[in-house]
């Protein structure tokens, strides 16, 4: 039972109780006053005995209010007690409720913080398949060219043999000749014209032995290209198999050599120097820091020693134009600073001018759309490596329409005579790069390709394009046309 109910119980039945008590003792107390006949106040005894009743009546009242008060002052007390608790608990839920509120929002921005990095894993794991698909394109793209090369290298070899031994018996010839030249000039006049025709004929072999030396030397020099192109080619396959193999363990976030920033950089006060090449390191410590610490507040992740600062610094002294790339010294995997950097600093000059032949190669008819793909692509690699030997930092190959090698492409599977293949500078080329390509076809000196160069007529090539099918490609020339960029 309540506390409540009960109290009421109790000051109900006190109130009964002691009710009837004070009614028993006054209805005693006003019999035995008018048995007596006591007067008070000068009242009859009638009227003293009703004065009595009306006091006991009024004593019951008044211990009937009084019961009632008394329980009302221990319930009110009650009362306050349960209230003063009630508002405890109620401040102690209103915390509790703050409490929980605060959590919740912790919990939501942990969430959101979660899911950002999920997002930015799940992008950084798309990139690197995306990179792991194309290294891959790369390397069987190297490995058939590695063939490719080869293979030409064992036909140039076995030429060279030949050649070398044609020169051999074109050596004992020469040599029996001298011998019956020095029987003959020994016999008499009537054998003077023979000798002089022997000697017509000695004067042929050595200008055939002559013209074999020079192709044997024309060999020797197509094979010490095709050597250098197969030592670069390896080269290549051997980094592409180092990074195929990093790619796939998929934690690499930078790799050896890989340029975290790049720019032109030239001052004409030499106190700008230093903020200039400051520039580009507080861009390459970005974006090596986004690599290692996706997502996280950017702070110093690379390292480069003071010397190294100090000499480019210097080199910037002398106003010219340089290219300067901010590279990777080592792979470095994800979390993993500082990054050791290097600093490449080199003169941007003009290496190649508009139109400079930069390879070429004869294209015979009726070959298939893969041995045609196959003479592009080496062609390309001819004219990249050779970028690379003029001193172009950047040796990516573009070209001006992308559907350019497509339509050279179907122009050579129409064609039904040789004709000679030249990759040219569309435009001048200047160490920063990049190398923009322009393919240009002759047949009998005359140019074929593309229709909007060709002449009418054909009775001049277009400037800056040397139409002798066996030009050597212009070496570098001395100055720079580039446009001036200041930092």
């Known amino acids: 039972m309540p506390p409540i109910t009960l109290g009421y119980l109790l000051v109900l039945l ?27 106040f000068n009242l009859r005894p009638r009227k003293t005995a009703t004065l009595v009743t009306i006091v006991t009546g009024s004593v019951i009242s008044a211990s009937t209010l009084g019961l009632i008060f008394l329980a009302g002052a221990l319930e009110l007390e009650q009362i306050q007690g349960r209230l003063g608790k009630a508002r405890s608990d109620l401040e102690r839920a209103q915390q509790a409720q703050r409490t929980a509120r605060r959590e919740l929002n912790n919990i939501d921005r942990s969430l959101q913080r979660s899911l950002s990095r999920q997002q930015q894993t799940q992008q950084r794991l798309d990139r690197s398949q995306k990179e792991l698909a194309r290294i891959q394109t790369q390397f069987r793209q190297a490995r058939d060219r590695v063939a490719q090369v080869s293979r030409r290298a064992r036909a140039l070899q076995g030429e060279i043999q030949n050649l070398q031994s044609e020169r051999q018996q074109l050596r004992g010839q020469l040599e029996q000749l001298d011998r019956d030249r020095q029987a003959l000039s020994n016999q008499t006049a009537t054998l003077s014209r023979q000798n002089q025709e022997r000697a017509a004929q000695i004067a042929d072999r050595e200008n055939r032995l002559r013209a074999v030396e020079g192709r044997l030397s024309d060999a020797n020099r197509r094979f010490a290209n095709a050597q250098d192109q197969l030592a670069f080619l390896n080269t290549a396959v051997a980094n592409l198999e180092q990074e195929f193999s990093e790619l796939r363990g998929g934690n690499v976030a930078l790799r050896r050599g890989q340029v975290l920033a790049a720019g032109l950089v030239r001052v ?48 910037f002294q002398d106003g010219r134009e340089y290219f300067v790339r ?21 003169p941007n000059v003009m290496v190649f001018e508009q139109g400079s032949v930069l390879s070429s190669s004869q294209v015979q008819p009726g070959l298939s759309r893969a041995a045609l793909r196959d003479r592009l692509e080496l062609l390309l690699a001819q004219v990249q490596f050779r970028g690379q030997q003029a ?15 497509v339509d050279l ?37 005359r140019l074929v390709y593309p229709p909007a160069l060709v002449p009418p007529n054909n009775l001049a090539p277009p400037p800056g394009i040397d139409p002798r099918p066996g030009s050597d490609p212009p070496g570098p020339p001395s100055g720079d046309r580039r446009p001036r960029i200041s930092p």
């Not at 006190?14 to 007067?39: E, M, N, P």
């Not at 901010?326 to 080199?346: K, M």
């Not at 500078?425 to 390509?437: D, H, K, M």
């Open 14 to 40: 006190a109130t009964l109780v002691l009710g009837g008590a004070i009614a028993t003792i006054g209805d005693r107390l006003g019999t035995r006053i008018g048995k007596a006949r006591l007067s008070l």
């Open 326 to 346: 901010v590279l990777s010294v080592a792979n470095y995997l994800l979390g993993e600073d500082p990054v050791l950097v290097t600093l490449e600093v080199n």
């Open 409 to 445: 492409l179907l122009w050579l599977e129409t064609q039904r005579s040789p004709v000679l293949l030249r990759a040219v500078a569309a435009e001048a080329i200047a160490t920063s790069g990049p190398i923009l390509v322009a393919f240009v076809v002759e047949r009998d000196g």
């Open 268 to 315: 004409n006060d030499p106190s700008a120097a230093e903020a200039a090449l400051d520039q580009l390191l507080r861009e390459a410590n970005r974006v090596a820091w986004e690599r290692l610490r996706p997502g996280t507040e950017e702070r110093q992740a690379i390292t480069l020693t003071r010397q190294a600062v100090q000499a480019a610094v210097q080199q």
């Open 391 to 405: 001193g172009v930092v950047t040796s990516a190959i573009q070209f001006r329409r992308a559907e350019e090698l």
